[in-house]
């Protein structure tokens, strides 16, 4: 119930190739984080897969059915984004229930789905505000619920966090990694943060220039890079680059992490 | 800067601008109202006295009342203005939305093409205009000019709303797509309320030109069935004599209808602004 394949996926503008064809998969239940610096096509990535950008080549599939020619609200899929995005005319309540209401779910079921996303969250006492009338912090809860409610496959965040001041992220972090343990649902979180991606993935997908550098665990992509980039990318502070030649080596580059090195 | 707020001598001089300002510019309305009370001989005697007990004269409003049908004209102009205001804001927006929303070939030029009626005064055409009118038997209809007033009104309109739609979130809109709402409804629903200030902008850019027209009235509809009340208040205006008394008085009158719309839009124009609440 909710295992994401891409194979040899592209997207061009124009005559410009932001993604150079990535294959990934994502297994059912797993956290899966792209990272890399802006402009790496990870949010592109992401907004493919949500059906707000067209593929130009390759498949997208979910549990195994193509989806590229599906509409977004039909791929069963919810997305949180960084600006919120919530409908400022409706109520938290009905920002939530809005796409079971599209999707012609009766009321009941719509008042208990939406109850039990914001018991979840904690919004209950909110349930009958507008977006105006709450904190930042709130509005990106009532994002996530409104993404609960519809029982996605996959839940897709475009750096839900990056609104939020410090505090509220260390917070809102936690609570989307409890989420996702509650829930047991397929997650592909998009961040530039490594430190979100380290806490949060259990799998981090890292991009540069619309490729794929590595895919792999954590501490995998941490203790054994398969480049520099990754090497350099992952880890804070950076890892330290020396030409292998100055220490007498064969290879080109030797990276040392800082805390490996003793004065 | 605090202490510029603060400033008292710099609050009255910024007033005093202000207030010279309003005056200048409701001096015109104020004769024109005032001496539609008047009697004639009052009117040329002393053209800046308010109406005492014995200047005051309703004549004009009484010939106005009795010639011609003006309550019909009235009517005619509502309807004018009123049917273009809605072509213009319903099409002008859709055609804004189109142009910010969506990638397509030629979007930019099509944007271009689409304002370029801003520059070019639609009266060049009339000639054209009128063989069109003409041709497809809408002479002295009121269809003719909410036609021609609709496209009049729509390069500003265009130009206005798309500028005003880019800056709605594109996070918003894909919200709204992951939702499951159509296209229509993103527009409607949630696009539009958005840039609800603009949309009172526009009507208000649009509306007072339609309202004040003479020449489209004149040339296109110039039938006692169709005039607007421009035209209409031209028969009080004769190449010898004029009936100020009447002029004025159907001026005064002129004035209310489109000050009632205005105020309405102005107050959208302002809850627009307060309910500003999109992040």
Request: charge should be positive.
């Amino acid at each position: 119930m909710g295992a994401l394949t891409l194979s040899q996926v592209t997207k061009s503008f124009g005559s410009t190739d932001v993604i150079k064809g990535v294959d990934l998969r994502v297994e059912d239940g797993e956290f899966c984080v792209f990272v890399g610096p802006s402009g790496c096509g990870k949010s592109t990535l992401l907004r493919m897969i949500a059906g707000l950008e067209d593929v130009t080549s390759g498949d997208v599939a979910i549990d195994g059915a193509r989806i590229n020619d599906l509409a977004p609200a039909k791929r069963e899929i919810a997305m949180v984004f960084q600006s919120y995005a919530l409908y400022p005319h409706l109520t938290v309540r009905d920002n939530m229930g809005l796409a079971l209401k599209q999707a012609g779910v009766p009321k009941a079921e719509i008042q208990a789905a939406t109850d039990k996303a914001a018991a979840m969250l904690s919004l209950a006492p909110l349930m009958e505000r507008r977006p105006a009338e709450l904190s930042g912090g709130q509005r990106q809860r009532v994002a996530i619920g409104r993404a609960i409610v519809r029982r996605p496959k996959l839940f897709l965040f475009d750096e839900p966090l990056s609104n939020l001041d410090a505090a509220l992220r260390v917070q809102t972090r936690i609570e989307i990694a409890r989420l996702h343990r509650d829930l047991g649902a397929t997650m592909i979180y998009v961040t530039h943060d490594q430190v979100e991606a380290m806490t949060l993935a259990h799998k981090i997908v890292v991009l540069r220039a619309g490729k794929v550098e590595q895919v792999g665990r954590p501490m995998d992509l941490y203790n054994d890079p398969d480049n520099t980039f990754v090497a350099g990318f992952i880890g804070s502070p950076q890892m330290n680059f020396l030409k292998a030649g100055a220490l007498g080596l064969r290879s080109d580059t030797l990276g040392i992490r800082p805390e490996h090195l003793e004065i | 800067m605090s202490q510029a707020r603060h400033s008292i001598t710099r609050s009255i001089a910024a007033h005093g601008v202000l207030i010279l300002w309003t005056v200048i510019a409701l001096f015109p309305v104020f004769v024109t109202v005032v001496n539609s009370f008047k009697s004639r001989k009052a009117i040329f005697a002393e053209p800046l006295a308010l109406p005492g007990p014995e200047s005051f004269d309703l004549v004009g409003y009484a010939t106005v009342l009795k010639q011609g049908d003006f309550f019909q004209y009235f009517l005619n102009s509502m309807t004018v203005t009123v049917g273009s205001l809605f072509f213009v804001l319903l099409f002008g927006a859709m055609a804004a939305f189109a142009l910010s929303e969506y990638r397509f070939r030629g979007n930019g030029l099509m944007g271009l093409y689409l304002a370029l009626g801003i520059m070019i005064p639609i009266r060049l055409g009339t000639v054209a205009i009128l063989q069109m009118m003409v041709a497809s038997g809408l002479v002295n209809t009121l269809t003719a000019l909410v036609l021609v007033y609709t496209a009049q009104g729509l390069p500003l309109a265009v130009f206005i709303l798309s500028e005003f739609m880019r800056n709605v979130s594109a996070d918003l809109k894909n919200a709204g797509r992951i939702d499951g709402l159509s296209e229509y409804t993103i527009f409607f629903r949630l696009v539009l309320p958005l840039v609800r200030p603009a949309m009172a902008t526009v009507a208000v850019f649009t509306l007072i030109p339609i309202w004040n027209d003479l020449w489209f009235p004149l040339i296109l509809a110039p039938s006692e069935a169709t005039k607007t009340i421009t035209l209409g208040s031209q028969v009080f205006i004769g190449q010898f004599v004029t009936n100020w008394n009447a002029v004025l008085a159907a001026l005064s009158l002129a004035i209310v209808p489109v000050l009632i719309l205005y105020l309405i839009f102005s107050r959208q124009l302002i809850r627009g602004i307060t309910a500003g609440a999109v992040k």
